[in-house]
């Protein structure tokens, strides 16, 4: 846990490095950076440990480093369902005109009833939850259209036995921007 503690540390130390050149020296934020003229907006399909599964919305903040992300699915018939969700923060390190780095943090839930469409056995509820920071990297193709892939080291807890590790199971996206 020491370990993780620090290397989270170390990647916030070298962000703050990489994004510095938008802190002006009075520790005002700096608008003109090509990367913080802009907020953007995007909606599509996402899929991971952090982001859940489905359909999601995503949103940079104008003038801002900050962007957030939901998304989920219900997946649901008359005697079993499965349910996913997921909430996270991204922090840009550096925007392009062809893409950008970030750093994220971001958690899901999947709940699974009766079968939950082939996931759990029968008559059995079962949710699991990850939660971790991630790196990762947006490529942006055709004007407004975008390909996410972020690693996260997502911390799983579930139901039934509580901690059940650590593992850099990644999230992806595909979204229309604007």
């Not at 090509?34 to 903040?61: E, W």
Request: aromatic fraction near 16%.
């Amino acid at each position: 846990m020491k370990k993780l503690i620090l290397a989270i540390m170390m990647v916030a130390m070298f962000a703050g490095n990489a994004y510095a050149s938008c802190w002006n020296s009075n520790g005002t934020y700096n608008s003109n950076c090509n990367y913080a003229k802009q907020g953007a907006s995007g909606i599509g399909f996402i899929a991971g440990s952090t982001y859940g599964l489905g359909i999601g919305f995503r949103h940079k903040f104008k003038n801002s480093p900050v962007g957030i992300q939901i998304g989920g699915f219900p997946l649901m018939s008359r005697e079993e369902g499965l349910f996913t969700a997921g909430v996270g923060m991204q922090f840009t390190l550096h925007s392009g005109n062809y893409g950008r780095a970030f750093l994220s943090l971001s958690g899901s839930v999947m709940h699974a009833f009766n079968g939950g469409m082939g996931t759990v056995p029968e008559h059995e509820t079962y949710t699991l939850y990850a939660v971790g920071p991630g790196v990762g990297i947006e490529w942006k193709f055709l004007d407004n259209f975008s390909f996410v892939f972020d690693i996260p080291a997502a911390t799983y807890f579930d139901s039934h036995y509580g901690y059940l590790g650590v593992y850099p199971i990644p999230n992806t996206s595909f979204m229309f921007t604007w």
